[in-house]
């Protein structure tokens, strides 16, 4: 198994564009969760799926940002419109249940630069 | 609300030291802790749990809830442990299902 797969995993784009990332869990993980990794902040749940749907999405910063997960093998983090400040990796995880005494595994990251 | 804190930005040791990083948590109830690490080049991964005192590559961390602390010890550090090492919480009054990470500790362990 490759593990969690997310692309890409490098991107950069202006002030005002649309940005999507995107994540493939493994197969079989039923629960999903979207981080954002920045210097000043370390790393933070923004929202995370249990059975493709959104169960807490108050880390999502603002109406900027939107998730999806349309099936149980793709998510998707929307930023629009982006702005520097959104600059962070963001990393992806998935685990076979929504407790955290199941193990998250993560994607590789996406390192996002908004210019 | 919960938060970490792990005060040490940049731990470095000679190879064969003993190594604790430190982790403090503030949370009036009974947590679950995690250390996850991540190796150079290599992807976030869980490295243990404190439910499970286990020891894992030789790392332990026993919670100690009078001092809400987490730390991670090793009483000999090698090479290959260089990493990130993140220390998490997850909590009853979020079910159990939301990590709270602190900023991280990057351990360097020089020959």
């Known amino acids: 198994d490759a593990g969690v797969i997310q692309s890409p995993r490098h991107e950069v784009t202006e002030m005002g564009q649309e940005v999507t990332l995107r994540c493939k869990p493994i197969?079989?993980?039923?629960?999903l969760f979207w981080y954002r990794q920045t210097m000043m902040r370390g790393l933070e749940l923004l929202i995370y799926?249990?059975?493709?749907?959104?169960?807490?999405d108050s880390g999502m910063p603002e109406d900027r940002f939107s998730a999806k997960m349309p099936n149980a093998s793709f998510s998707t983090l929307k930023i629009q419109p982006s702005e520097p400040r959104d600059s962070a990796v963001y990393f992806c995880?998935?685990?076979?249940?929504?407790?955290?005494?199941?193990?998250?595994?993560f994607g590789p990251g996406t390192r996002l630069t908004v210019t | 609300a919960q938060r970490v804190t792990q005060p040490e930005k940049l731990l470095s040791v000679f190879k064969g030291a003993p190594v604790e990083l430190k982790c403090n948590y503030s949370?009036?109830?009974?947590?679950?802790l995690f250390w996850y690490v991540q190796y150079s080049r290599q992807r976030l991964q869980l490295l243990l749990r404190?439910?499970s005192r286990e020891s894992i590559k030789g790392f332990t961390a026993d919670l100690n809830k009078g001092e809400t602390s987490f730390h991670l010890k090793k009483p000999f550090a090698q090479e290959e442990d260089s990493a990130m090492y993140y220390c998490?919480?997850?909590?009853?009054?979020?079910?159990?299902?939301?990590?709270?990470f602190g900023t991280g500790t990057r351990l360097l362990v020089s020959p």
């Open positions: 404190h439910i």
């Open positions: 949370y009036s109830g009974s947590p679950e």
């Open positions: 998490a919480l997850s909590a009853m009054n979020t079910g159990f299902q939301k990590l709270v």
């Open positions: 799926f249990n059975n493709n749907v959104p169960i807490d």
């Open positions: 995880a998935s685990s076979l249940g929504v407790r955290t005494t199941y193990e998250q595994y």
């Open positions: 197969s079989g993980h039923n629960s």
